[in-house]
């Protein structure tokens, strides 16, 4: 049961962001921007902390949870470090993810060439 | 020059063409109007930017070659490409010793290259000039959009930018076919901001520059087999055979589009079409020159249209103008006293 929330909620997630790639003219960059930002709000009004515990990796996985982390992280650092937490909760709380995308993306790029897909 | 056409007094000839494409462009249904096809889209360069300017190269020595032809015997080359400073045209022809010209015209560089060849061979200026252009998909996504390596989703109104070049040689010679008018376009912007839907942007100036043509030559749509625009795919097609309904023109049956035509849209995912200056260039020099010279085609009105866009400035939120350039290119040669007295001769 577990993973099918998660399949669905996830797949929620990416079924808006289709949408909008195949309704407005938004550029992809624009609709990973609103993603994350999108994150961010739903985390700071405490809608998205019930959802990332009921579907789980399906709600942490898109970018709108990579926007909650942010929220979270500036929440927590602030209740720790005050006024200082609004600028490192957010990256501090990220850094893993940030981190591990660069690490990865260096590696892979040591070993891949990129390619044209062919339709 | 009448209006916006030049009607060139000598009818110059297209002697020789020749079209390279890439793998897409191979598996598509027009592979066999290519001279090449070139698997590896690195065309066994380092970047996709080398492997353009190896693609354009390609097709000059091609089409040099089938016309035995030298490149001492070419008096001038115009070339242009998509690229920022047109790198893929001036790197691919530094070592080939041609007088050059570069020119942008975004997709419609064919027919603006094919026009001021046309010019120079028929004022007497040089016995042979030579037009050439090309896109590579994977440069023109980094230019115009993103990167490939971003991984981005493309929209359904989006074209494929072709991995093809074209070139062809215009001569004083007598060879169909032969090039009698050209309309030179003019830039047309109808407020279109998406860059992922350049058919729409670009339908308006090939509208505009067809209606041109035949206001400035008093000829119909019944003296051409065929009246074909560059790359307006899919959506900018419909648009254009609407823009034509209003004047009740109905160009359904004699319109055709180089995007529509390079590829399969059952079997390979390109959206809404091809585009690129390599897709009307390819499709001109590979398939509409041969039907012509061969006389399955009596007369045809090629129109290549361009998307002038820049990512810049669209980022900005500048819209995204378009011109579109048309030539008559004819089986058969003739004086212009000839389409006006004895118009029943021009079909």
């Known amino acids: 049961m577990e993973y099918f929330w998660a399949f669905i909620v996830g797949g929620a997630f990416c079924a808006v962001g289709q949408l909008l790639i195949d309704k407005t003219s938004l550029t992809p960059a624009k609709i990973l921007v609103s993603f994350v930002t999108a994150g961010v709000i739903l985390g700071a009004v405490g809608v998205y902390e019930p959802l990332r515990e009921f579907a789980g990796a399906g709600a942490t996985v898109p970018l709108t949870g990579f926007g909650y982390l942010l929220a979270d992280g500036v929440k927590q650092a602030v209740s720790e470090q005050g006024f200082l937490g609004i600028f490192s909760g957010g990256l501090t709380s990220c850094a893993a993810g940030v981190s591990a995308a660069m690490i990865f993306s260096f590696i892979a790029a040591l070993f891949a060439k990129s390619r044209q897909k062919l339709g | 020059m009448k209006g916006n056409t030049v009607f060139f007094k000598n009818a110059p000839a297209v002697v020789t063409a020749a079209a390279v494409g ?61 690229l920022n400073q047109c790198v893929g045209t001036t790197f691919g022809i530094r070592d080939l010793d041609i007088p050059f010209l570069g020119i942008y015209g975004a997709c419609s560089t064919v027919t603006e290259g094919l026009l001021l060849a046309s010019l120079f061979v028929d004022g007497g200026y040089t016995d042979r000039a030579l037009a050439v252009t090309s896109s590579h998909f994977c440069a023109a996504e980094r230019q115009y959009r993103f990167p490939l390596n971003y991984g981005g989703q493309r929209t359904p109104t989006s074209q494929y930018t072709a991995t093809a070049a074209g ?24 407020g279109v901001t998406d860059a992922a839907n350049m058919g729409a942007a670009m339908a308006p ?46 160009i359904r049956d004699l319109h055709r589009d180089c995007g529509t035509m390079l590829y399969s849209f059952e079997d390979q995912d390109v959206h809404a079409g091809g585009s690129g200056a390599g897709c009307a260039a390819s499709m001109l020099c590979g398939y509409f020159i041969p039907k012509l010279r061969c006389g399955e085609y009596k007369n045809i009105l090629f129109a290549a249209t361009g998307a002038l866009l820049s990512p810049t400035v669209n980022a900005q939120g500048e819209s995204i103008p378009a011109i579109s350039h048309a030539v008559w290119l004819s089986y058969e040669n003739g004086s212009i006293r000839d389409i006006k007295f004895e118009e029943r001769r021009v079909r």
Do not use: W
Request: aromatic fraction near 8%; proline fraction near 3%.
């Open chain 2, 22 to 82: 890439g793998k897409m462009e191979g598996d598509g249904p027009m592979s066999a109007c290519f001279d090449k096809i070139n698997e590896d889209p690195y065309f066994s360069c380092e970047t996709f930017e080398q492997g353009e300017s190896k693609l354009l190269k390609e097709a000059v020595i091609h089409a040099l070659e089938k016309g035995s032809l030298e490149s001492s015997q070419i008096g001038i080359m115009f070339g242009g490409d998509l």
């Open chain 2, 167 to 190: 070139a062809l040689v215009v001569s004083a010679e007598r060879l169909p076919p032969y090039v009698r008018a050209a309309t030179v376009g003019k830039v047309v912007d109808m």
């Open chain 2, 205 to 250: 100036a090939a509208y505009v520059s067809i209606k041109q043509f035949f206001a400035d030559t008093g000829l119909s749509t019944d003296s051409f087999d065929l009246i074909v625009t560059g790359d307006l795919g899919k959506v900018g097609s419909r648009l254009l055979c609407e823009l034509f309904d209003r004047d009740g023109i109905d």
